[in-house]
């Protein structure tokens, strides 16, 4: 069994992902870098370094997942940390003009099929990857579960009338609503074990998913998720924050 703690980042092959992963090698766990293109996170782990493996993982995907989960087991042993990090904004396909994919944001006029899209890896798929590392998890002597949230799908926030912001909550936004409420699920099922489970915003960060307008960098956007992922046994758990402090749901 592997000595040192594992941690599995979903999506970590690119953005945040990448970050959050590179951070916890330079705390000196071992990091599996999930990614849906094996070669990609391959890639990504050999920049990182000699802690870091690629992992392939769809997480829309129950073979990918059950494989991936066997893997950890037969090849390390143990996992101490999941970051439920893999996201997308969008159900936009290859060639679509941007109003176009606005319409696949509004719920008022998104698709059903392109709502399921964005819900099945922001929601369902962090259920599912969660679920199927449990076991896992329950053996580890201080677990942690990061989901990476998102300030703009906190419902209080959008609620109110002065929220300039709310006219954009649509497909993508109510989804890391309803990642928020999966994983304060966990959170409250899980209060009685060692596990702690949290929700770091990163921030507006300049990643794909927003075609690089966010402010923030990668680096920044990880920094909350690290520490989450990090905690000590005197940590919170059931929490939603950024780097300052808490955030309304
Ligand atoms: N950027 C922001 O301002 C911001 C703000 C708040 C929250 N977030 C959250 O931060 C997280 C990371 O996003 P990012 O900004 O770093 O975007 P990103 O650069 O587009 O990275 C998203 C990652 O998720 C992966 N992914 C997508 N679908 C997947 C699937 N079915 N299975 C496994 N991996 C999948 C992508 O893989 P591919 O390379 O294969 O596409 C990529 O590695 C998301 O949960 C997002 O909602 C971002």
């Known amino acids: 069994m592997e000595s040192k703690r594992v941690a599995l980042v979903t999506g970590a092959n690119k953005g945040i992902g990448l970050a959050i992963a590179q951070g916890l090698a330079a705390n000196g766990l071992v990091v599996l870098v999930g990614s849906r293109v094996l070669e990609k996170g391959v890639k990504a782990a050999s920049g990182i370094g000699p802690l870091a493996h690629g992992i392939q993982l769809d997480v829309t995907d129950g073979a990918s997942i059950t494989a991936a989960v066997d893997r950890i087991r037969s090849g390390f042993g143990r996992l101490d940390v999941l970051v439920n990090n893999a996201g997308i904004s969008h159900a936009g396909r290859p060639g679509m ?3 176009e994919i606005m319409k696949t944001n509004a719920l008022t006029s998104a698709p059903l099929e392109d709502i399921r899209t964005v819900w099945d890896t922001n929601v369902f798929g962090l259920i599912a990857v969660t679920q199927a590392v449990l076991p896992l998890l329950r053996e580890a002597p201080a677990a942690r579960i990061v989901t990476i949230g998102s300030s703009g799908g ?23 609503s309803a990642a928020h409420a999966a994983t304060l699920a966990f959170a409250f099922s899980l209060e009685d074990t060692r596990i702690k ?24 956007g990880a920094r909350r998720a690290i520490e989450l992922a990090l905690l000590d046994d005197d940590g919170p758990t059931g929490t939603f924050s950024d780097e300052a402090g808490p955030i309304v749901w």
């Open 197 to 220: 489970v949290n929700i770091a915003c990163p921030g507006h960060t300049a990643t794909a998913l927003n075609n690089f307008s966010g402010a923030r960098t990668v680096g920044q």
């Open 154 to 176: 906190s419902l209080g926030w959008n609620s109110a009338p002065s929220n300039e912001h709310r006219r954009m909550y649509g497909n993508y936004s109510s989804s890391k």
């Open 97 to 99: 003009t941007f109003p």
